[in-house]
């Protein structure tokens, strides 16, 4: 399974964004998808920007592992190459 169609609309943060961070959270919810590093020191919403998906898949095409992600849910993982985890987006994220 792979993402489709590859310019889909997505979310990351500034550090996917430049590359300077792998993504290890892939979440999936009625506002679409967000690709982000994981952790917790982006200051606002100007630390996150809208790509295509396509982009992404580019560097890392283990991401496609998410594509059938269902809404609602959250994949994780340690590092780059790790098994993605997959959990429901807890209620106080939402």
Do not use: K, T
Request: proline share 5%; hydrophobic share 35%; charged share 20%.
């Amino acid at each position: 399974m792979e993402f489709s169609p590859s310019n889909l609309g997505v979310i990351v943060c500034d550090h996917v964004f430049r590359a300077s961070r792998p993504i290890l959270l892939v979440a999936h919810d009625a506002e679409g998808w967000d690709f982000v590093c994981g952790q917790h020191d982006h200051s606002g919403v100007d630390d996150f920007h809208n790509v295509g998906v396509g982009h992404l898949v580019g560097r890392d095409p283990s991401i496609n592992e998410c594509a059938d992600l269902e809404c609602g849910y959250i994949a994780a993982r340690s590092s780059q190459g790790a098994m993605w985890v997959r959990r429901p987006i807890p209620e106080h994220e939402r």
